[in-house]
């Protein structure tokens, strides 16, 4: 009986419909339904235009003003969008069903309920009266007085109440004269829109527009505010343009009450080969210095798609004070050279190449100009590697770079270095010799009187390199042991140096890299003279399941049978026999549990070289324990404590104490709370670090408000913790 009126139903209000000369495209579902209730499965549609009408009873007037009434449960459905009420009405004048009680409509990313709704067939659109409305794709809901949606996904409502908070809580709402909600570009605008927190009005537009999900959108963004001792109060008001969907910027007025306004913009842009960034931060008066200040950023990268390669990197600053002054950060502030370069570079299977010209600004006033690094104008770099037919793998790297600063010998710089390798590799263990042959020569300007001005070197290498790779079942655990030796000796001849100059070449310091490296020094300006042997041994505990390194552990040191007689200026000859012994190990055996140990330590009295170690724990994303110890002889001695760790429901204690054991004094140190309901946060930091490379203090406290799904308000704290305590993350959970 049902399904029959539902037939008839339909074929009345076709009828009705025909004698209007408005042709409607109805169709009925026939199907007994199991329940009263109206929002069953829909049934697939032949024309996804066309509506299906479904009705309990029918009623229906023919004439000159013909009318049908359905009662009984009413469903229409078009395409993925649902409305159902208790009655509705027809009015093929306005071609429009008026429903009325219990109203409801559904469509993949909005549910609604009011009193009355109007469905105009034909243009798609439908209005309600007294509704609570929810957005599926933004956990937003809310109620409005009138709300009115179109087949485009375009909501709008007349006076609207807003939040993502659950319906039990409205922490923060936001009420407007009305607001439109694109949902399909995630974009709300609002007019006479007030924002409150806890009943308390915090801010008030006229006009606002907003995003209702990760869509981007033109606008002023939530402003910043913060203090900091050397600079005062500060506040920063960013506007972003969303110029299209591949290029945007932001600008960024900046006051500092200790300094003065402060403007910053930054442009990004991003097409199918290209994509960089251009910044400038503009300060036209420092109160404090009486001086305008600045700070230039491009950087941009090219792929051609045919190998070739470019990349830019050119960084400008008024002064060498304008990070300490201005940066933000002891990392910021403790640079000392800015990189200028720009190259292009080619990579196929075999080979590469590599062409650029670089330059530095030096902003450490504490190097002085024979110090400052040279420039490269220009470097052209060049690796290849070839097999033959009978197993020799035939290298070559080459260099042409002419090397340029005000101060000191200046010229170009010309190196070679073929070789010849034998790869022998079977499952367990693997055997390399090579040969190489190492040629340089320079010409050079700017030398003293009586100096030569045309260099050359040439020194043969050659090398043994070869290791084990052995393993073992582990009780039947699932994991798996591994005992991984590994041997390198190498020959250099000695070969006088000390007429060449030193453009780039510096004594790295020893790790486990360095280990198996032939040459001891880093550039090509020296040659390191030896006959050495370098071992260590790796062992590892893996997941046979997975893959995962649970364990690695690796020691390795170097023999000598020769003193090293090639030195770098200044420097002394060598005569130990051996090198520091160097130690790593990283624990990832229990789930929550991460651990880091490198040592560097050598025999006899010498003590402890370098050690390093980092312990974490972090049984939840909001327990997070960090503990970190470095040394270095002569130079640092550092302790850092970090952590996240709930004191409460909803309350973090946050922080970072960061302290050197060598002057005594703590080097940056922040605590704070951080508070999480269901749709907001807040987080409260107070900072006090150096900020200048002299050792000058600065303190800060921070404030931000976060209106989850909406906004946050205040400073940008949650940049600190993320930068200082290792693990944590910005999203409030």
């Known amino acids: 009986m049902y399904s029959k009126t539902l037939i008839s139903a339909c074929l009345l209000l076709t009828a009705v419909n025909a004698a209007a000369a408005e042709p409607l495209s109805c169709q009925t579902a026939l199907y007994e339904p199991v329940s009263g209730d109206p929002f069953l499965p829909p049934t697939p549609l032949a024309n996804p235009d066309s509506i299906q009408l479904e009705a309990g009873s029918f009623e229906a007037q023919l004439g000159a003003s013909p009318t049908a009434i359905m009662t009984g449960g009413v469903v229409l459905r078009r395409g993925d969008k649902l409305a159902g009420a208790e009655t509705a009405r027809y009015d093929p004048e306005q071609k429009a069903l008026h429903l009325e009680g219990g109203v409801r409509y559904e469509d993949p990313g909005t549910q609604i309920k009011s009193r009355s709704a109007e469905f105009g067939y034909v243009s798609g659109r439908i209005r309600f009266e007294g509704a609570e409305f929810s957005m599926s794709s933004s956990n937003s809901r809310g109620v409005a007085d009138a709300l009115e949606i179109n087949q485009n996904g375009l909501l709008t409502l007349d006076g609207v109440k807003y939040t993502t908070c659950p319906p039990d809580s409205e922490d923060w709402l936001m009420q407007g004269e009305s607001i439109e909600l694109d949902t399909n570009l995630g974009v709300g605008t609002a007019r006479g829109m007030k924002l409150q927190f806890k009943g308390v009005p915090i801010l008030y537009a006229p006009y606002l527009s907003f995003p209702i999900g990760d869509a981007r959108k033109s606008g002023v963004l939530t402003p910043e505010i913060g203090s900091s001792g050397r600079s005062g109060n500060e506040i920063r008001v960013p506007w972003y343009w969303n110029i299209a969907p591949n290029y945007d910027a932001t600008i960024t007025p900046r006051l500092l009450t200790n300094r003065g306004m402060q403007i910053a913009a930054e442009f990004r842009y991003l097409s199918e080969r290209n994509e960089g960034i251009v910044a400038a931060d503009y300060l036209p008066d420092d109160d404090i210095i009486n001086a305008a200040r600045h700070q230039l950023r491009f950087e941009h990268r090219t792929l051609f798609g045919n190998g070739w390669r470019n990349q ?46 670089q330059d530095y600004q030096t902003i450490d ?273 550092q302790g850092d404590v970090s952590w996240v760790w709930p004191v409460g429901r909803h309350w973090n204690f946050v922080g970072r104490y960061n302290y050197s054991f060598r002057d005594r004094e703590v080097l940056e140190q922040f605590f704070g709370l951080e508070y999480e309901s269901c749709c907001w946060g807040l987080r409260l930091v107070s900072r006090r670090h150096i900020s200048t490379r002299d050792g000058t203090r600065d303190s800060s406290f921070g404030l931000q408000l976060v209106l989850k799904g909406m906004t946050s308000v205040g400073t940008a704290a949650d940049k600190l913790l993320e930068r200082g305590i290792l693990g944590y993350s910005a999203d409030l959970r």
């Open 365 to 637: 006033d504490a190097i002085t100009p024979d110090q400052e690094p040279y420039r490269r104008l220009p470097q052209i770099l060049f690796k290849g590697g070839w097999k033959t037919p009978v197993g020799l793998r035939f290298g070559m790297g080459a260099e042409l770079v002419n090397f340029d600063r005000d101060v000191g010998v200046t010229g170009w710089r010309v190196n070679a270095a073929p070789k010849l390798e034998l790869p022998i590799s079977r499952p367990g263990w693997f055997i390399t010799p090579a040969i190489e042959f190492d040629y340089t020569q320079y010409k050079l300007s700017n030398t003293l009187p009586g100096e030569a001005d045309d260099l050359e070197r040439s020194v043969p290498i050659s090398s043994l390199d070869m290791g084990l790779v052995l393993e073992r079942s582990m009780n039947n655990s699932g994991r798996i042991q591994t005992i991984e030796p590994r041997i390198l000796y190498v020959n250099i001849p000695f070969r006088d140096q000390d007429g060449l100059p030193v453009f780039d070449t510096i004594t790295p310091d020893i790790n486990l890299v360095q280990l198996y490296r032939k040459n001891r020094y880093l550039g090509v300006d020296r040659i390191g003279d030896t006959e050495q042997m370098s071992f260590g041994i790796t062992s590892r505990i893996l997941d046979v399941s997975t893959g995962r390194e649970l364990m690695t552990a690796t020691i390795g040191q170097t023999r000598y049978y020769d003193d090293r007689r090639v030195t770098l200026p200044g420097a002394t000859t060598e005569t130990t026999e051996t090198s520091d012994y160097i130690a790593q190990l990283r624990f990832l055996l229990f789930k929550n549990v991460n651990f880091d140990f490198g040592h560097q330590w050598g025999t006899g009295a010498s003590g402890t070289t370098k050690s390093e170690a980092r312990l974490q724990y972090r049984p939840a994303n909001n327990k997070i324990l960090n503990f970190a110890y470095r040394f270095r002889r002569d130079s640092l001695e």
């Open 312 to 357: 830019i990197d050119l960084r400008d600053v008024s002064d060498s004070q304008y990070y300490e002054d201005l940066g933000g950060s002891l990392s910021l502030s403790s640079t000392t050279h800015l990189n200028r370069s720009v190259q292009f570079d080619y990579y196929s299977p075999n080979f590469s190449v590599l062409g650029q010209v």
